[in-house]
């Protein structure tokens, strides 16, 4: 099991920049793929962005490609999200997750084992 604890989140103006950080401890090792989620108030869990933990291929929601990059540091155990000219439909909980065996559908919220408790991002019109 990996526990990942997140961080970086907070209230900015439409435009603005911030960058979530996660922690994974426990059995990273085996990590095969890192991955952030978000939900937004009244709205399902989707995915934002992943990142391959050897190899470094990296995906993107289409709401957010060009705007956001997850890169990953594997020697310290951290994941990050940079978000940039971020929007107000950018609010919501961010999360991070984990899965510790290969799967080709990286954007299923289904397919990651383990979970964050999540980062509240609030974005000000």
């Known amino acids: 099991q990996v526990q990942l604890v997140e961080s970086g989140g907070g209230l900015v103006q439409a435009g603005g920049s911030l960058r979530l950080s996660c922690a994974a401890s426990?059995?990273?090792?085996?990590?095969?793929?890192m991955g952030w989620f978000r939900r937004a108030p009244g709205k399902e869990r989707e995915f934002v962005a992943a990142?391959?933990?050897?190899?470094?291929?990296?995906i993107y929601a289409g709401s957010v490609k060009g705007r956001f990059a997850i890169s990953g540091d594997n020697t310290k155990n951290m994941v990050y999200l940079q978000m940039s000219s971020l929007k107000p439909e950018d609010t919501a909980v961010y999360y991070c997750?984990?899965?510790?065996?290969?799967?080709?559908?990286?954007?299923?919220?289904?397919?990651?084992?383990?979970w964050g408790q999540g980062t509240q991002v609030t974005v000000s019109s």
């Open positions: 990142i391959t933990w050897s190899g470094g291929s990296t």
């Open positions: 997750a984990a899965r510790r065996q290969y799967t080709p559908v990286l954007a299923a919220a289904s397919q990651y084992d383990s």
């Open positions: 426990g059995r990273t090792s085996s990590t095969y793929v």
